[in-house]
Structure formats: structure tokens, C-alpha cells
């Protein structure tokens, strides 16, 4: 099992960028595959990007693609969302996820999930 909390979330005007941490503890980080989603009031969850366990491979949406970018730092169990070039679409709050087999966009077959972080852009 594995716990996973978000933070870095906030207000932010269009254009600016801001960096999402989302720390793991629990069973061995490295063991999963990694993804980011996103929720608006009203709205499905909605796939952002997901990376695999060693880190080599990812995949955005085409919502994000070309101003975000996910890493992970499987040292310090430490997944992030890089979001640049903001804009107020992209208001939602943001929450990680883990599963043991590889990356998805699909957000039920994730098995472990954070509590969210908030992130607001301005126009």
C-alpha cells in the first residue's frame, strides 16, 4: 500500500507556472506507475499525464501537452507536475495516483489516490 499527499497548489495568473509535489510513503515508490488527474466542480476527473516506474516513459494529454511535464524522483519518493504557460482552463484540483501495473489514463484502474491540491489561474 502506499500514501500519497499533493501539495503546491494555488492561485496563479495565466501564464505563470507553478510545481505540484506529490510525496509517497508506504510500500517501495518505485514499485508504481505514476499519473496525475484533475477534477473541476461539475466534472468528470480528467486525465493530465502519466509516467512509469522507472521514469521512462510518459504521456500527457493533449490538454497539457507541450506545458506540462511530469517527473518522478523515485529517491525521494517524489512524483511532480510541472505546469507551465497557465490558463484558466487548467483551474481544478490536481491529485496524484499510483498503480502497480503500467500507466494509464484511465482513472479506475488506479488503486491509490491523494486528497488533492487546489490549483486556481487567473485571467
Known amino acids: 500500500q502506499v500514501q500519497l499527499v499533493e501539495s503546491g497548489g494555488g492561485l496563479v495568473q495565466a501564464g505563470g507556472s507553478l510545481r505540484l509535489p506529490c510525496a509517497a510513503s508506504?510500500?517501495?515508490?518505485?514499485?508504481?506507475?505514476m499519473g496525475w488527474f484533475r477534477q473541476s466542480p461539475g466534472k468528470a476527473r480528467e486525465f493530465a499525464a502519466t509516467?512509469?516506474?522507472?521514469?521512462?516513459?510518459?504521456f500527457y494529454a493533449d490538454s497539457g501537452r507541450g506545458r506540462f511535464t511530469i517527473s518522478r524522483d523515485n529517491a525521494k519518493n517524489t512524483l511532480y507536475l510541472q505546469m507551465n504557460s497557465l490558463k484558466p482552463e487548467d483551474t481544478a484540483k490536481y491529485y496524484c495516483?499510483?498503480?502497480?501495473?503500467?500507466?494509464?489514463?484511465?482513472?479506475?484502474?488506479?488503486?491509490?489516490w491523494g486528497q488533492g491540491t487546489q490549483v486556481t489561474v487567473s485571467s
Open positions: 495516483a499510483a498503480r502497480m501495473s503500467g500507466t494509464s489514463g484511465f482513472a479506475p484502474v488506479y488503486d491509490y
Open positions: 509516467i512509469s516506474q522507472s521514469g521512462g516513459y510518459t
Open positions: 508506504g510500500r517501495a515508490f518505485s514499485s508504481y506507475a
